[in-house]
Every structure is written in structure tokens, then in C-alpha cells.
């Protein structure tokens, strides 16, 4: 029982959260580490050659938050309903 629950708390709740499978979860998380990846190595040549790059990483930074933002809310909104303290009146 403990290891199943864990399994669901691990596994399932969060896709959920964001009204996803496991896998499109997966996707959409790989997604976002691939994104981020090449950035972390734009940054790096732009550590070392500060005219490249200039703003690659911030302006795909800026790009990406609105996505994230909205996810990050999903996750919280499906949270609440699920503990019962939703109130749409609020």
C-alpha cells in the first residue's frame, strides 16, 4: 500500500495536475530540458565571448515564462480542488 501510494504521489498526481498522461508530461518536460540545455551552452559561449549571444538566453527566457507561468498556475488551481479548498469565489 505505502509503496503504491508512493508510486501515484511520484508518477501520477503532478501530469494530472497539469491535465496530462505520464508521457505527455515526459514530453513536455523533456521539452523544456532540451530548450534549457542549448541555452546553458549559449551562455557559456557567451561567458567566454560576450559579443555572441548577446541576448539569446534572456530573450528565449522571456519567451518560455509565459508557458511555464501558466502550467506552474494549472498545478497550483488542480492542488486546491483536490484538497477541497477551491472556491471559485474567490
Known sequence: MIMSNRFHRLFVEH???VNETYVEHMGASMGFCGKLLKLAGCAFVHAIIPGLHKSTVSDAVREMAPGMTRRAHEARDERM???GVWDVGL
Open 15 to 17: 501530469p494530472q495536475e
Open 81 to 83: 480542488r483536490n484538497a
